[in-house]
Nanobody
Framework: QVQLVESGGGLVQAGDSLRLSCAAS????????MAWFRQAPGKERDFVAT????????WYADSAKGRFTISRDNGKNTVYLQMNSLKPEDTAVYFC???????????????WGQGTLVTVSS
């Protein structure tokens, strides 16, 4: 079992940056691939970024490429999402997830956090 807790969301203006954190407890994080997904009001949960268990591989949604960076510190059991040049369309609840493989679909992840809200004003 893994428990995930996201933090770092908030209200920012377009062009600002935010760094989200996902702290894991329970089973050691290094055995899991991790990912960030987001869900805007009235929309489905969308893939944002994923990172392999050892941090050697990262993959991004087209909307995140060049602006967002996923990273992990296995010693701290924490995964991060650095978000730069934020846009109003980035407004969503951001969820972190853990699973056996770095995939771009939510169904591939077993454990989920409660989410943290990011609001980007224009």
């Amino acid at each position: 079992q893994v428990q995930l807790v996201e933090s770092g969301g908030g209200l920012v203006q377009a062009g600002d940056s935010l760094r989200l954190s996902c702290a894991a407890s329970g089973r050691a994080l290094p055995v899991y691939a991790m990912a960030w997904f987001r869900q805007a009001p009235g929309k489905e949960r969308d893939f944002v970024a994923t990172i392999s268990a050892n941090g050697g591989g990262t993959w991004y949604a087209d909307s995140a490429k060049g602006r967002f960076t996923i990273s992990r510190d296995n010693g701290k059991n924490t995964v991060y999402l650095q978000m730069n040049s934020l846009k109003p369309e980035d407004t969503a609840v951001y969820f972190c997830a853990a699973g056996p493989r770095a995939l771009m679909r939510a169904a591939g992840f077993n454990y989920w956090g409660q989410g943290t809200l990011v609001t980007v004003s224009s």
